[in-house]
């Protein structure tokens, strides 16, 4: 099986991420593959670093790289635009997002041209099924991240630092203002969350929530939003507290991990437990390898 991958993106966020890791489970499996992305870019240079075969994205590379490819994988919306009337081999795009489908012409038929989409949450899939793809056409499978050899010994409060307004940085600090608790905000959650007590997760629409992921694999408790496809990887009670968006009910939660240390504990080990059996980028691998085999077996 051969995999051409296509990924436009200019930062490494969650997607490029995700991309990243699957191309190397990929190569540690022998599966041979390429990718294509934006000259310069952190995925083109880390990608680079690791060995895996990358070149610049373009038209003319996308026409002619897809011909020796057995299937081509689009992970983000530019890369599914451009891919869907060059790919010549069956079409898997990856869907991150649960924002609304554009229901011209052009969206249609972009989205007619997928053989197949690999929706991140159910969530997500709910949303392309309700904007007229086939339910056979989606198929789900989870994030990954990775997990720290030990859990996070810390007692800071930890948010995500972000400008994006979608997100919930200042209706954070609300509520670390409210509770009377000093709220870290981090650019870099890997140096961060080993000295984390706990994650603080707002947002107005969520596809799934990679960063919950990596701090549930620290073993911290998270309080984040009730939307889209967070119910799905943070229980409330279990492994952390869903909140709507208001400074109080925010407020709230803080303070009963705070006063509660062991509930705060119990929380985080249930939810490094779960990474372990279910999110880790081993299982995310796995889950792109079965649509990939499913596609093949079609042809």
Known sequence: ???????????????????????????????????????????????????????????????????????????????????????????????????????????????????????????????????????????????????????????????????????????AWQAAALAGVELAFSDDLARDLPAAGLLVYLTQSEGLGSAILFAMAHALPVIASRVGGIPEIVEDGATGILVDNHAEAVAAAILRLRNDPDLARRMGAEGRRRVLERFTFDHMVEGALRVYARLENRR
């Open 1 to 171: 099986m051969r995999i051409l991958h296509i990924d436009t993106g200019r930062e490494m966020r969650g997607g490029q991420v995700q991309a990243l890791a699957l191309m190397r489970g990929l190569a540690w499996r022998g599966v041979e593959q390429a990718l294509l992305a934006r000259e310069g870019s952190p995925l083109y240079l880390q990608a680079a670093a690791a060995g895996l075969p990358v070149r610049p994205v373009g038209l003319a590379a996308i026409w002619s790289a897809s011909r020796q490819a057995d299937l081509v994988h689009a992970h983000d919306g530019r890369s599914h635009t451009l891919a869907a009337p060059l790919a010549r081999a069956p079409l898997v795009v990856s869907r991150r997002v649960v924002f609304p489908i554009r229901s011209n012409l052009l969206s249609r038929w972009n989205y007619r041209r997928a053989a197949c989409f690999m929706a991140i949450s159910e969530c997500v899939k709910r949303e392309l099924v309700e904007a007229g793809v086939a339910e056979s056409r989606v198929e789900v499978v989870y994030d990954g991240t990775t997990v720290p050899a030990e859990p996070s010994s810390g007692h800071r409060i930890v948010a995500p630092a972000t400008q994006d307004p979608r997100k919930g940085a200042y209706l």
